[in-house]
């Protein structure tokens, strides 16, 4: 399929000043649009000057939510070149998404060409600075007009590009996270496991009281129990204990992140033992009141890594290493990071030169 290609204004393409970016805010001139017609399959696929959509008010995904989505950064090197960070893990997590939300799934390949094309024409708009980035938000959603609870016939699949700056702007500042025993994100057989929009509707009650009680993220306990670790906030999270680096095994309610999948071949390449196990809440306190627990962060595409300087369960708040940043994190940020900006050898093949 040739993607046509109908260019911005050329007063509307100058990439402005990337001095305060605030997540998610901005977008590039441009943006991909495909279409998806039953019997006809995905056809028509388009690059056009960003601008508003129309829906019909019965589109199905306002109503029920039949939506995916994916999170992944184009990076501006310290060589000039411009790197995806494992871009096909993406695109077959979206995908897997797809096949679990009943939508229909996408060529790989052409994914790959819609991203790439897209974000060379706004090339200009990726920021320079280290730790900035440009976001590339993929979707795809249910399009067609009926209020009757069924798959949808037709979908649009969209990509979005947004300008985004250093996660931390002011240093590696550790979060403060809350456990939350009344709300759950995700429970066995449900869709926690895939990027669809109803997931994050749903965590937004709980989210809201943790800030309300002065906390940044909910930590996520599983649905059935509530007495196993599951993630925290939007991203996956990891434990170092004194002798092992632990991170909840994918049960199906937890995102299997790709920072998460990286930080776990990395810690084998450096020799740290890392195991994907069951990690009930309860280990945790224990191990924070004995001195066990040295570190704990979260990983995600935004942040990369995101420590934890302290967790609140039960209306306590425990301390971790002294609410600093720790060494293992920092050097899991440091090692990923640099692969991303291209200071480093990525002797894990994890990043596409663009250009
Ligand atoms: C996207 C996401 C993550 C992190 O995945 P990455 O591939 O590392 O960006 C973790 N948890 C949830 C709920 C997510 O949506």
Redesign the pocket.
């Known amino acids: 399929m040739e993607i046509e290609i109908h260019l911005a204004k050329p007063e509307d393409r100058k990439a402005p000043n990337f001095d305060k970016l605030v997540f998610g805010k901005i977008f590039t001139p441009h943006m991909f649009v495909m279409k998806y017609e039953e019997g006809k399959g995905w056809h028509s696929p388009k690059i056009i000057p960003f601008s508003n959509i129309e829906l019909h008010p019965a589109a199905i995904v306002l109503h029920y939510s039949q939506t995916i989505f994916e999170?992944?950064k184009a990076y501006f090197g310290v060589d000039g070149k411009i790197r995806l960070f494992r871009p096909f893990?993406?695109i077959n997590?979206l995908n897997r998404s797809a096949d679990r939300m009943c939508i229909p799934q996408v060529d790989p390949n052409f994914a790959f060409e819609a991203i790439k094309t897209l974000v060379l024409l706004d090339k200009d708009w990726i920021p320079k600075q280290k730790g900035s980035a440009l976001y590339i938000r993929p979707f795809i959603f249910a399009t067609e007009n009926t209020l009757g609870v069924k798959v949808s016939h037709e979908y649009l699949f969209m990509i979005i590009l947004s300008p985004v700056g250093p996660y931390y702007a002011e240093g590696f500042n550790p979060v403060k996270i809350y456990v939350t025993e009344e709300y759950v994100?995700a429970c066995p057989g449900g869709t926690?496991e895939v990027?669809t929009g109803g997931?994050?509707a749903a965590s937004l009650k709980a989210q809201a009281v943790a800030q309300q009680k002065g906390y940044t993220q909910v930590l996520w306990l599983d649905g059935k129990e509530r007495k196993y670790v599951e993630?925290v906030?939007?991203?996956?999270i990891f434990f170092y204990f004194s002798d092992e680096l632990a991170t909840p095994a994918l049960s199906g309610s937890?995102?299997?992140?790709?920072?998460?999948?990286?930080v776990l071949k990395l810690a084998s390449h450096l020799g740290i033992p890392a195991k994907e196990r069951k990690i009930s809440i309860d280990e945790v306190i224990s191990a924070i009141q004995e001195g066990r627990l040295k570190e704990c962060f979260g990983?995600?595409?935004?942040a990369v890594i995101s420590p934890v300087g302290e967790i609140c369960y039960k209306d306590k708040p425990y301390v971790i290493g002294q609410g600093q940043t720790g060494e293992l994190t920092k050097k899991f940020f440091d090692y990923i990071t640099g692969i991303q900006y291209g200071e480093r050898e990525d002797e894990f093949n994890w990043t596409v030169v663009l250009e």
Not at 256 to 262: A, K, M, N, Q
Not at 299 to 302: D, I, P, W
């Open positions: 999170g992944m893990d993406h997590r994100r926690g990027k997931n994050y993630e906030g939007s991203m996956n937890i995102l299997p992140g790709i920072t998460r999948d990286s990983t995600g595409t935004a």
